[in-house]
Protein backbone atom coordinates (compact mmCIF):
# COMPACT_ATOMS: atom_id res chain seq x y z
CA UNK A 1 0.00 0.00 0.00
CA UNK A 2 2.86 2.05 0.76
CA UNK A 3 4.57 1.53 -2.75
CA UNK A 4 0.80 2.75 -4.39
CA UNK A 5 0.92 6.12 -2.48
CA UNK A 6 4.28 6.88 -3.50
CA UNK A 7 3.44 5.82 -7.57
CA UNK A 8 0.21 8.00 -7.30
CA UNK A 9 2.15 10.95 -5.39
CA UNK A 10 4.36 10.94 -8.60
CA UNK A 11 1.81 10.99 -11.44
CA UNK A 12 0.15 14.26 -9.42
CA UNK A 13 3.12 16.28 -8.85
CA UNK A 14 4.35 18.18 -11.80
CA UNK A 15 6.86 17.50 -14.40
CA UNK A 16 9.77 19.83 -14.74
CA UNK A 17 10.21 22.46 -17.51
CA UNK A 18 12.87 19.94 -19.18
CA UNK A 19 10.10 17.10 -18.92
CA UNK A 20 7.69 19.31 -20.48
CA UNK A 21 10.21 20.93 -23.38
CA UNK A 22 10.91 17.39 -24.15
CA UNK A 23 7.64 15.95 -24.63
CA UNK A 24 6.74 18.97 -26.44
CA UNK A 25 9.59 18.32 -28.80
CA UNK A 26 8.73 14.97 -28.97
CA UNK A 27 5.46 15.85 -30.15
CA UNK A 28 6.23 18.41 -32.57
CA UNK A 29 9.80 16.98 -33.75
CA UNK A 30 8.02 16.28 -37.57
CA UNK A 31 6.90 19.90 -37.86
CA UNK A 32 10.22 21.26 -36.81
CA UNK A 33 11.65 18.89 -39.62
CA UNK A 34 9.15 19.58 -42.51
CA UNK A 35 10.04 23.64 -41.23
CA UNK A 36 13.41 23.34 -41.21
CA UNK A 37 13.61 21.46 -44.58
CA UNK A 38 11.34 24.11 -46.10
CA UNK A 39 13.64 26.83 -44.80
CA UNK A 40 16.37 25.36 -46.51
CA UNK A 41 15.10 25.02 -49.70
CA UNK A 42 13.57 28.48 -49.85
CA UNK A 43 17.44 29.72 -49.08
CA UNK A 44 18.49 27.34 -51.62
CA UNK A 45 16.49 28.84 -54.59
CA UNK A 46 15.85 32.35 -53.67
CA UNK A 47 18.99 33.14 -51.37
CA UNK A 48 22.21 35.27 -51.98
CA UNK A 49 24.10 31.98 -53.15
CA UNK A 50 20.71 30.36 -54.85
CA UNK A 51 19.45 28.59 -57.81
CA UNK A 52 18.44 32.31 -58.80
CA UNK A 53 21.27 33.97 -58.13
CA UNK A 54 23.34 31.29 -60.24
CA UNK A 55 21.28 31.96 -63.41
CA UNK A 56 21.56 35.51 -62.81
CA UNK A 57 25.59 35.52 -62.63
CA UNK A 58 25.64 33.09 -65.56
CA UNK A 59 23.95 35.19 -68.13
CA UNK A 60 26.23 37.99 -67.09
CA UNK A 61 29.34 36.18 -67.21
CA UNK A 62 27.91 35.08 -70.69
CA UNK A 63 27.39 38.97 -71.67
CA UNK A 64 30.73 39.75 -70.36
CA UNK A 65 32.45 36.95 -72.28
CA UNK A 66 30.41 38.20 -75.76
CA UNK A 67 31.96 41.68 -74.67
CA UNK A 68 35.41 40.17 -74.83
CA UNK A 69 34.66 38.43 -77.75
CA UNK A 70 33.68 41.61 -79.45
CA UNK A 71 36.72 43.72 -78.37
CA UNK A 72 39.11 40.97 -78.94
CA UNK A 73 37.84 41.38 -82.57
CA UNK A 74 38.17 44.98 -82.51
CA UNK A 75 41.48 45.09 -81.19
CA UNK A 76 42.86 42.43 -84.02
CA UNK A 77 41.51 44.79 -86.66
CA UNK A 78 43.22 47.61 -85.12
CA UNK A 79 46.33 46.02 -84.94
CA UNK A 80 45.94 44.87 -88.51
CA UNK A 81 45.19 47.99 -89.45
CA UNK A 82 48.37 49.56 -87.89
CA UNK A 83 50.53 46.49 -89.27
CA UNK A 84 49.26 47.57 -92.77
CA UNK A 85 50.12 51.03 -92.46
CA UNK A 86 53.53 50.53 -91.03
CA UNK A 87 54.34 47.90 -94.30
CA UNK A 88 51.66 48.50 -97.09
CA UNK A 89 52.82 51.88 -99.08
CA UNK A 90 48.99 51.52 -101.18
CA UNK A 91 47.35 52.31 -97.54
CA UNK A 92 49.43 55.22 -96.34
CA UNK A 93 48.80 56.68 -99.80
CA UNK A 94 45.07 55.89 -99.46
CA UNK A 95 45.39 58.08 -96.49
CA UNK A 96 47.18 60.51 -97.82
CA UNK A 97 44.79 61.34 -100.63
CA UNK A 98 41.37 60.76 -98.87
CA UNK A 99 42.32 62.14 -95.47
CA UNK A 100 44.68 64.78 -95.98
CA UNK A 101 44.25 65.86 -99.39
CA UNK A 102 47.73 65.40 -101.17
CA UNK A 103 48.24 64.59 -104.33
CA UNK A 104 51.30 63.11 -106.26
CA UNK A 105 53.01 65.56 -108.08
CA UNK A 106 51.68 67.62 -111.19
CA UNK A 107 48.11 66.07 -110.08
CA UNK A 108 45.43 68.19 -109.13
CA UNK A 109 42.51 67.92 -106.15
CA UNK A 110 39.22 68.94 -106.52
CA UNK A 111 36.86 68.57 -103.51
CA UNK A 112 33.34 68.74 -104.31
CA UNK A 113 31.16 69.01 -101.25
CA UNK A 114 28.45 66.49 -100.88
CA UNK A 115 24.83 67.24 -101.84
CA UNK A 116 22.61 67.12 -99.28
CA UNK A 117 19.30 65.26 -100.01
CA UNK A 118 17.02 68.12 -98.16
CA UNK A 119 19.17 71.11 -100.48
CA UNK A 120 18.91 69.36 -103.71
CA UNK A 121 14.73 68.73 -103.09
CA UNK A 122 14.24 71.98 -102.47
CA UNK A 123 15.55 75.58 -104.16
CA UNK A 124 17.48 77.52 -102.20
CA UNK A 125 15.71 80.96 -103.69
CA UNK A 126 12.59 80.02 -103.43
CA UNK A 127 11.96 80.29 -107.10
CA UNK A 128 11.20 77.53 -109.32
CA UNK A 129 14.33 76.42 -111.25
CA UNK A 130 14.03 76.21 -114.91
CA UNK A 131 15.36 73.22 -116.80
CA UNK A 132 16.18 73.54 -120.74
Request: no cysteine; net charge positive.
Amino acid sequence: MIERTKTSAAKSTPESFSDQVRAFLRRNLNWFLIAGLALLILQDVFGTHGVLAMRRSIKEAAQVQQEIDRLNAENQKLQDHVQSLKSDPAAIEKIAREDMGLARPGEYVFKIPPRDAASSSTPQSGKPTKKP
